[in-house]
């Protein structure tokens, strides 16, 4: 099966008329003719119906047109990756994200940007909410993978949502609370909370998360304060207290056995990320990460 008989296949299937199909191809009917009656051979199945007066398509050569439509595309997009990349871009991408968001499928989306630009050098950074914006601001991170409590003093940068999580109390499997299958966050007043470490800085995460718990009506007791997601996964497992962690950390828990996640009840119960990036950042590896990547990921729910 060659592309170029697609090619006709799909032209005569749009004419339904072989004549024109030839036009279109400038040669002649004849040739267009053999073309699709070797596709047929090939295939097994007649994709027309043919009388003196008329073509239509046959329920099979319906069906063949819309996968026959899909390998064109697939095969021009492919072309289009392969010119791309036989230019020899070159450039650096220095991409931060937030502890824990690894568990994604993020280093899948940057393994796929990496096969179609072989020639960009990547550098990472694994952090929290505060360094990974300064690292924006600083110049030394490109675009930021990060979770977003406000949209004030952002005015310097651009972003676009990746995903909202659910939020969970991780919990100890002997927690008195392990049982349940939902929770509201005022049910967890009274019960020790282990923290992830956070700054009380511009972008909103000390005044957000302080915020929530006053609604519900207590302000927790943190029995212990991480520095990343597992040493909290740990502290949990070990009855230190609860966590309130994401959905995309919860998905892949580790110590499943020692620790139970219960999913925080009321729709605003969320924790949303975003990519974020320097407004006015002409660095074209960026631009081709957003464009070639991240734009298309969100759209696919890659995440």
């Not at 036009?23 to 053999?34: D, G, M, V």
């Not at 568990?103 to 950074?125: C, E, G, M, V, W």
């Not at 509201?184 to 700054?199: A, F, S």
Request: glycine residues 4%.
């Amino acid at each position: 099966m060659q592309i170029r008989q697609l090619e006709y296949f799909v032209a005569a299937a749009d004419y339904l008329n072989f004549t024109k199909t030839a036009k279109q191809f400038h040669i002649s009917q004849t040739a267009i003719t053999l073309q699709i009656k070797a596709l047929e051979e090939e295939i097994g199945v007649s994709l027309f119906h043919r009388t003196n007066r008329r073509v239509s398509l046959t329920p099979a050569g319906r069906t063949f047109l819309e996968d026959a439509k899909a390998i064109l595309n697939r095969t021009q997009d492919a072309m289009e990756r392969a010119k791309r990349a036989d230019t020899v871009f070159t450039g650096n991408l220095n991409i931060g994200f937030i502890k824990g968001f690894e568990k994604t499928n993020l280093s899948d989306l940057i393994a796929d940007f990496h096969i179609q630009y072989p020639n960009i050098n990547f550098s990472f950074t694994r952090e929290n909410v505060a360094e990974l914006y300064d690292g924006l601001l600083d110049n030394s991170l490109d675009i930021v993978f990060n979770l977003q409590y406000s949209t004030d003093n952002l005015e310097n940068m651009d972003y676009v949502v990746i995903k909202n999580y659910p939020l969970y109390a991780v919990v100890p499997a002997s927690h008195p609370l392990s049982h349940r299958s939902m929770i509201r966050r005022c049910e967890l007043k009274g019960y020790p909370l282990v923290d992830i470490k956070r700054n009380d800085t511009l972008y909103g995460e000390n005044a957000t998360i302080t915020k929530k718990f006053t609604e519900a009506g207590f302000l927790p007791k943190i029995s212990y304060t991480s520095n990343d997601i597992e040493t909290t996964i740990l502290a949990v497992a070990a009855g230190f207290g609860y966590a309130l962690l994401p959905g995309y950390v919860t998905d892949t828990l580790t110590l499943k056995e020692k620790v139970i996640p219960i999913p925080l009840e009321a729709e605003e119960e969320i924790m949303t990320i975003t990519a974020s990036w320097r407004k006015g950042d002409h660095n074209e590896a960026l631009e081709r990460f957003l464009l070639d990547a991240v734009y298309p990921a969100i759209e696919n729910g890659r995440f």
